[in-house]
DNA sequence: TCTGGGGTCCTAGGACCC
DNA sequence: TCTGGGGTCCTAGGACCC
């Protein structure tokens, strides 16, 4: 067996520890530029704002209701994550699936004890940091998901359903709608509504060879063998593996027309992406740079291209990437356009010492390494400042780069930066 | 006016190899 | 009329996840 506990709304629980007096009122959590609405507190959900909606269309149900709006703070995030995985880790071992869930082995947890270990994960991790979460378990990843789902939906259950019976899973198969199935997104629920697919038991009473032809291939015959009960995809606790991309990408907070300023734009995000290439030890051979406008203007002319550059030489060297990136950046600016987003891609990886070099080579590798070592571990010590960007960087990333974006809501970095630490007045 | 960002996996088809 | 068999690698596109 093996459970699935993922976090309530975790970026608004997320703000609610700190500021306690939000408990039961409104509240929702904005992307990146504060665009669009990527967390809601029930409270929201039940005022119909809905996930991803953009903030400007939510705008009158927000001030009419008096909805609490954050910007997003993926530091806090990240920091309160790292700490509900440690308690998980005290109960089984753990995959971490994402920011807010994980999977966690309950293998040695005799049949009888489950629900009960099920409870304790919650009071612990409700005790220790404040944050509500939902437990799913089922011998199969799939059905663990689905359990969450059915726990969260339905406040009798506490928290916690038990999917651990032929019968218990074979009652939840008739009460799940295929588009709450985890592998089923919009494209498939529709395509199974066509062929008067709707519940998780319709699906399993068609053959493998049917879902094999509508649902994806092997992926889809693996899903309808896990609704079944029998494991395809085990519980996996490596090390995440390295990452196969590497990607940086932002819109702007305004209208960007000039070479000189998608330059800065394109060097900051070059940095922040080799950055990362490093914290994995690897480097990259690839290097992907794209330019659009805004995708929503129905007025403006639209512009939106991409060139790939390959390095003769895999490189993790902010100062080199930025120049390969510049060029593939040069390729495709068209004067004339109001540029809104910029991104770049990383690619192709090898890890850092297996790097083929060239005869022809006359880059001072051990130099360019020792840079870097000394660059990531300033900005590590020195911390970002209040935009998130590094006290080190380049030149050509700019210095006041006005496109960078808008952060208007953002709550402090109560755990992550000392002059953020929550202060209490007594 | 205002619309996020960062990933993964699979398949089909073409080019190529022996 | 009949035209092998087995494989790899790459890319584009499509789906999905959070």
């Given at each position: 067996?093996?459970?699935?506990?993922?976090?309530?709304?975790?970026?608004?629980?997320?703000?609610?520890?700190?500021?306690?007096?939000?408990?039961?009122?409104?509240?929702?959590?904005?992307?990146?530029?504060?665009?669009?609405?990527?967390?809601?507190?029930?409270?929201?959900?039940?005022?119909?704002?809905?996930?991803?909606?953009?903030?400007?269309?939510?705008?009158?149900?927000?001030?009419?209701?008096?909805?609490?709006?954050?910007?997003?703070?993926?530091?806090?995030?990240?920091?309160?994550?790292?700490?509900?995985?440690?308690?998980?880790?005290?109960?089984?071992?753990?995959?971490?699936?994402?920011?807010?869930?994980?999977?966690?082995?309950?293998?040695?947890?005799?049949?009888?004890?489950?629900?009960?270990?099920?409870?304790?994960?919650?009071?612990?991790?409700?005790?220790?940091?404040?944050?509500?979460?939902?437990?799913?378990?089922?011998?199969?990843?799939?059905?663990?998901?689905?359990?969450?789902?059915?726990?969260?939906?339905?406040?009798?259950?506490?928290?916690?359903?038990?999917?651990?019976?032929?019968?218990?899973?074979?009652?939840?198969?008739?009460?799940?709608?295929?588009e709450n199935i985890w592998g089923v997104g919009r494209r498939?629920?529709?395509?199974?509504?066509?062929?008067?697919?709707?519940?998780?038991?319709?699906?399993?009473?068609?053959?493998?060879?049917?879902?094999?032809?509508?649902?994806?291939?092997?992926?889809?015959?693996?899903?309808?063998?896990?609704?079944?009960?029998?494991?395809?995809?085990?519980?996996?606790?490596?090390?995440?593996?390295?990452?196969?991309?590497?990607?940086?990408?932002?819109?702007?907070?305004?209208?960007?027309?000039?070479?000189?300023?998608?330059?800065?734009?394109?060097?900051?995000?070059?940095?922040?992406?080799?950055?990362?290439?490093?914290?994995?030890?690897?480097?990259?051979?690839?290097?992907?740079?794209?330019?659009?406008?805004?995708?929503?203007?129905?007025?403006?002319?639209?512009?939106?291209?991409?060139?790939?550059?390959?390095?003769?030489?895999?490189?993790?060297?902010?100062?080199?990437?930025?120049?390969?990136?510049?060029?593939?950046?040069?390729?495709?600016?068209?004067?004339?356009?109001?540029?809104?987003?910029?991104?770049?891609?990383?690619?192709?990886?090898?890890?850092?010492?297996?790097?083929?070099?060239?005869?022809?080579?006359?880059?001072?590798?051990?130099?360019?390494?020792?840079?870097?070592?000394?660059?990531?571990?300033?900005?590590?010590?020195?911390?970002?400042?209040?935009?998130?960007?590094?006290?080190?960087?380049?030149?050509?990333?700019?210095?006041?780069?006005?496109?960078?974006?808008?952060?208007?809501?953002?709550?402090?970095?109560?755990?992550?930066?000392?002059?953020?630490?929550?202060?209490?007045?007594?």
């Open positions: 067996m093996l459970a699935l506990i993922d976090c309530n709304n975790f970026f608004v629980s997320c703000e609610r520890i700190f500021e306690p007096g939000l408990k039961h009122k409104p509240v929702v959590v904005l992307s990146n530029n504060d665009g669009c609405i990527i967390s809601r507190s029930q409270e929201a959900k039940d005022l119909g704002i809905k996930m991803g909606e953009p903030l400007f269309k939510a705008r009158p149900v927000i001030e009419q209701a008096g909805v609490r709006v954050f910007s997003s703070n993926f530091m806090l995030y990240g920091d309160m994550s790292r700490r509900v995985m440690q308690i998980l880790k005290t109960f089984g071992a753990v995959e971490v699936y994402s920011i807010d869930e994980a999977f966690v082995d309950l293998t040695h947890v005799p049949a009888a004890d489950l629900e009960k270990c099920a409870a304790t994960i919650r009071e612990t991790i409700s005790q220790h940091l404040d944050l509500p979460v939902c437990v799913g378990i089922a011998p199969t990843k799939t059905l663990a998901k689905a359990a969450n789902h059915l726990a969260k939906k339905n406040p009798v259950y506490n928290g916690v359903m038990l999917l651990d019976t032929p019968a218990k899973q074979a009652v939840a198969r008739r009460h799940l709608a295929v498939y629920a529709a395509k199974l509504h066509q062929h008067q697919v709707y519940t998780v038991a319709d699906l399993v009473d068609r053959s493998p060879g049917w879902v094999y032809k509508h649902l994806g291939g092997v992926v889809g015959v693996r899903l309808r063998q896990e609704l079944l009960g029998q494991p395809c995809q085990e519980l996996d606790f490596k090390e995440a593996p390295a990452r196969k991309n590497i990607s940086c990408t932002r819109s702007f907070s305004q209208y960007i027309t000039t070479l000189r300023e998608l330059q800065e734009a394109v060097a900051t995000y070059t940095s922040r992406a080799a950055e990362k290439l490093r914290q994995q030890r690897s480097a990259a051979k690839g290097i992907t740079v794209f330019i659009r406008t805004n995708k929503f203007s129905v007025q403006a002319p639209q512009y939106h291209q991409s060139a790939t550059v390959t390095l003769p030489i895999a490189s993790a060297d902010s100062g080199e990437l930025i120049r390969y990136a510049l060029q593939a950046l040069q390729q495709i600016y068209q004067q004339g356009y109001f540029y809104k987003k910029a991104g770049v891609i990383l690619s192709e990886f090898m890890p850092e010492h297996q790097v083929q070099t060239n005869l022809f080579d006359t880059t001072d590798r051990d130099k360019s390494q020792k840079l870097m070592q000394a660059l990531d571990k300033i900005n590590a010590k020195m911390g970002t400042n209040e935009w998130a960007v590094n006290v080190v960087g380049y030149a050509t990333a700019g210095l006041k780069k006005d496109w960078k974006m808008t952060v208007s809501h953002r709550s402090d970095r109560y755990t992550t930066h000392w002059p953020e630490i929550l202060k209490v007045n007594i």
